[in-house]
């Protein structure tokens, strides 16, 4: 089987950096992506991890141990818009499937 | 605009009746996927299509139907099998079937009276 595991909410302040943690169990791995998806909205794509290290977008970097089974989201300087739920996803056996894990709701306060 | 289009946005229905939700999207893509949406439980696949005339099921795919029998349209249906079908429902869409990004509309929220 398949299963994501990621805390079920993060708080932080304007301005601070925090950390989103995802670890996964599959049969085959093909990449580690995440999704951005505010209340009542459609998830939005943030980044793609298919090799290990660490890949930056702006404000948002996110990184990848194959070996661990293990990646995080990192966003930097943060915004009161960037208060929503943070989702891992992994492509695995099949390759066809996306696999969302069950998502991080991000709270940030002024 | 590409994107995609979801309709109803809201849609109530009584116990024992199927309901069609729409999506259409005018990205080119050749896959498309519904997916489901509870509290807590994040995003689960219903059913994914890779081209036209052909769709396989997902992870959750009881009491559920679609067709595509145009590139640009996934419809789904919720029979009346469905025993819990209260929830949020996306429709997403890729280039291929192993595209890194998915694209997604903005949702469909089913009510059941």
């Known amino acids: ?110 | 605009d590409g994107g995609i289009t979801q309709s109803p946005k809201y849609l109530f229905r009584k116990e024992g009746q199927n309901v069609t939700l729409s999506c259409e999207q005018n990205l080119n893509h050749d896959a498309m996927y519904w997916y489901r949406q509870d509290p807590g439980q994040g995003l689960r696949l219903i059913y994914y299509s890779q081209i036209v005339n052909d769709f396989q099921k997902g992870d959750i795919a009881e009491g559920y139907s679609v067709s595509r029998e145009k590139k640009e349209s996934f419809p789904l249906t919720v029979t009346s099998a469905q025993k819990n079908p209260t929830a949020f429902y996306l429709c997403a869409s890729s280039l291929g079937q192993g595209d890194r990004e998915l694209f997604f509309g903005e949702g469909s929220r089913l009510t059941v009276l």
């Open chain 1, 1 to 110: 089987g398949q299963s994501l595991e990621q805390p079920s909410e993060v708080t932080a302040v304007e301005g601070a950096i925090v950390q989103i943690n995802c670890t996964y169990q599959t049969s085959g791995f093909y990449g580690l992506s995440w999704y951005q998806q505010h209340d009542g909205g459609a998830p939005t794509f943030l980044s793609y991890n298919a090799l290990d290290g660490l890949e930056e977008t702006g404000r948002f970097s996110s990184f990848l141990s194959r070996s661990d089974s293990y990646g995080y989201l990192l966003l930097q300087e943060l915004q009161m818009k960037d208060s929503a739920s943070y989702f891992c996803a992994v492509r695995s056996t099949g390759f066809q499937k996306l696999v969302f894990g069950t998502g991080t709701r991000l709270l940030v306060s002024p």
